[in-house]
């Protein structure tokens, strides 16, 4: 590649404006200036990585031998992302024309690349305060960078308060339930206390006396059983006689069953107390 037969200024760099949320300065244009020091005509042309965010006019053109040009680069109204600030870059490309060829277009179509000259220059984009928003933009992304670390140490702050208000309405509310449950005579506390040995004591004993009672029970089922097997014969050894025979053979069931009254509800009576007992110790 031939070296850039052009002189280009500014050499190294296009400077822009942009306030401080990174948006172009409105109006605000930047000027290239090509000279052709040269006693061969020029072809050139523009080119830039962004062609959406500046105007360049003109941006392509030809410089007769010792001539030169100015080239307004305006900014779009638009952002500046600081990830791309280092992607802004425009290019000048140049050819000396061909003898006998005037068609611009079909030059720049049968040029080979070994024959172009390429000159790159990088952007800057300055502040009102004078400072490089390319060099912002590294210290704007550690600020971004601190501030995900201080938002997450926040976050974990909150989730420890959390936990521990949670913490603190649970066992609010377990209090306020056992203080309900027992009316304000006993505490939560209380059932937490070892159990004396007078209690114990008295518990074995209930339990003995279910147990007993429970015996008692069984005892007079069987009983039952038995009279009522007893009066099922009874009945059977009289259902030969007559009317008269079978009424007075009620007579002595009826009188058995009554007797046997006392001892039922007695039994039942037993029956429910021990339930009460049992549903107590367990």
């Given at each position: 590649?031939?070296?850039?037969?052009?002189?280009?200024?500014?050499?190294?760099?296009?400077?822009?404006?942009?306030?401080?949320?990174?948006?172009?300065?409105?109006?605000?244009?930047?000027?290239?200036?090509?000279?052709?020091?040269?006693?061969?005509?020029?072809?050139?042309?523009?080119?830039?990585?962004?062609?959406?965010?500046?105007?360049?006019?003109?941006?392509?053109?030809?410089?007769?031998?010792?001539?030169?040009?100015?080239?307004?680069?305006?900014?779009?109204?638009?952002?500046?992302?600081?990830?791309?600030?280092?992607?802004?870059?425009?290019?000048?490309?140049?050819?000396?024309?061909?003898?006998?060829?005037?068609?611009?277009?079909?030059?720049?179509?049968?040029?080979?690349?070994?024959?172009?000259?390429?000159?790159?220059?990088?952007?800057?984009?300055?502040?009102?305060?004078?400072?490089?928003?390319?060099?912002?933009?590294?210290?704007?992304?550690?600020?971004?960078?601190?501030?995900?670390?201080?938002?997450?140490?926040?976050?974990?702050?909150?989730?420890?308060?959390?936990?521990?208000a949670v913490e603190g309405l649970i066992q609010n509310e377990a209090?306020?339930?056992?203080?309900?449950?027992?009316?304000?005579?006993?505490?939560?506390?209380?059932?937490?206390?070892?159990?004396?040995?007078?209690?114990?004591?008295?518990?074995?004993?209930?339990?003995n006396e279910v147990i007993h009672l429970r015996e008692e029970e069984?005892?007079?089922?069987?009983?039952?059983?038995?009279?009522?097997?007893?009066?099922?014969?009874?009945?059977?050894?009289?259902?030969?006689?007559?009317?008269?025979?079978?009424?007075?053979?009620?007579?002595?069931?009826?009188?058995?069953?009554?007797?046997?009254?006392?001892?039922?509800?007695?039994?039942?009576?037993?029956?429910?107390?021990?339930?009460?007992?049992?549903?107590?110790?367990?």
């Amino acid at each position: 590649m031939p070296n850039q037969v052009l002189t280009i200024e500014p050499q190294n760099e296009l400077k822009f404006k942009v306030d401080f949320s990174g948006l172009f300065e409105l109006g605000y244009t930047t000027y290239m200036r090509l000279t052709n020091p040269s006693e061969h005509t020029v072809l050139f042309k523009i080119k830039t990585t962004a062609p959406k965010k500046y105007c360049v006019r003109p941006n392509s053109g030809v410089l007769e031998p010792n001539s030169k040009v100015d080239i307004a680069i305006t900014p779009q109204p638009v952002h500046v992302d600081p990830n791309e600030k280092h992607k802004h870059k425009f290019m000048v490309q140049s050819v000396i024309a061909p003898e006998g060829k005037t068609n611009i277009d079909q030059v720049w179509k049968e040029i080979s690349p070994d024959q172009l000259m390429d000159y790159k220059l990088k952007c800057v984009f300055e502040t009102p305060r004078g400072t490089n928003l390319n060099d912002a933009g590294d210290t704007a992304a550690q600020n971004e960078v601190n501030k995900k670390r201080v938002a997450v140490s926040a976050a974990d702050d909150v989730k420890s308060l959390t936990k521990d208000a949670v913490e603190g309405l649970i066992q609010n509310e377990a209090k306020r339930k056992d203080d309900d449950l027992t009316s304000g005579s006993l505490s939560a506390k209380t059932t937490n206390f070892p159990k004396s040995e007078n209690l114990e004591s008295d518990l074995q004993k209930a339990t003995n006396e279910v147990i007993h009672l429970r015996e008692e029970e069984s005892k007079l089922r069987h009983e039952n059983l038995r009279l009522k097997e007893e009066l099922l014969r009874l009945h059977q050894s009289v259902g030969g006689e007559g009317r008269v025979a079978r009424r007075h053979s009620y007579g002595p069931e009826k009188t058995e069953q009554i007797a046997l009254m006392p001892w039922i509800a007695t039994a039942i009576g037993m029956a429910l107390l021990g339930i009460i007992i049992g549903k107590f110790i367990m």
